[in-house]
């Protein structure tokens, strides 16, 4: 096992890399370590089977490249893919190639994926998420740890069971155990289920009780029922729409003689 002697004693951010085997290639500043390359930077550790290091003429790791079976371990955040590019003088890597990431208890996949060294956050873009039954798509996902948040942005696509939600944000609360508590959708809402839907402004889903509520001028439809009202409430296990304020059209149609 190799270590990194050329730039431990020179870096302003150490990097601690080691790997089967070493070459170093002076004039392009870069140096190659592989197999079983493994490289350390405060709280993040990164392995793969291939790791180009890029410094300075003062010999001061400026950027890595990560390929083949890459891993990055931060905290309680992984991330895996095949490829990964890590910035030293920021901390921020980003990693593709199918990547995928776990934050916690909650598992993501998407087109990219990046994390911070030291910032309990998670970035991912295309992101595709499985949360307690609930499958997620979006644009853009960022978990925040810290704050116990996580956002979804741009075309927003929530399933559970029957149930589905489309909206351009949804914003999830959880506790520390990792348990979602309420679910805030907003800009345009539009909740299916069966023979029902209802769309407003907002909804707000309260996963103790169980209860979606719709409301900013909602609307809802449940077989010919047309009806408008101060709110809209889906309750779970329960096909019946609640609705404050009520006003209903009742489509009937002539049968045909």
Not at 85 to 99: I, R
Not at 105 to 131: A, C, N, Q, S, W
Not at 176 to 195: F, L, N, S
Request: charged share 30%; net charge negative; aromatic share 4%.
């Amino acid at each position: 096992m190799i270590g990194l002697m050329l730039f431990g004693a020179l870096l302003s951010r150490p990097v601690e890399i080691t790997a089967d085997k070493l070459e170093v290639l002076d004039r392009e500043h870069k140096a190659i370590y592989r197999g079983h390359a493994k490289a350390v930077r405060d709280s993040t550790t990164l392995t793969c089977d291939t790791l180009t290091v890029f410094y300075s003429e003062a010999r001061e790791v400026q950027r890595i490249e990560a390929d083949g079976n890459v891993e990055a371990v931060d905290g309680d955040r992984h991330a895996w893919g095949d490829h990964a590019d890590f910035d030293n003088a920021t901390g921020v890597l980003k990693v593709t190639g199918s990547p995928r990431a776990q934050s916690g208890e909650r598992k993501v996949t998407g087109d990219e994926i990046t994390f911070t060294t030291g910032v309990d956050r998670l970035d991912v873009t295309k992101p595709k998420t499985t949360d307690q039954q609930v499958m997620i798509d979006a644009d853009h996902l960022v978990l925040d740890a810290d704050k116990k948040v996580a956002t979804w942005t741009g075309h927003v696509n929530a399933k559970k069971t029957t149930t589905t939600m489309r909206a351009p944000t949804l914003v999830a609360r959880y506790d520390d155990k990792g348990t979602i508590t309420r679910v805030e959708a907003r800009g345009g809402v539009v909740v299916t289920d069966k023979d029902r839907w209802a769309r407003g402004a907002r909804a707000d889903y309260d996963a103790a009780a169980g209860r979606l509520v719709v409301t900013g001028k909602p609307e809802a439809k449940q077989g010919a029922s047309h009806i408008t009202g101060r709110s809209v409430t889906f309750v779970s296990g329960s096909d019946v729409l609640e609705v404050e304020d009520a006003r209903s059209v009742i489509d009937v149609k002539e049968k045909p003689k």
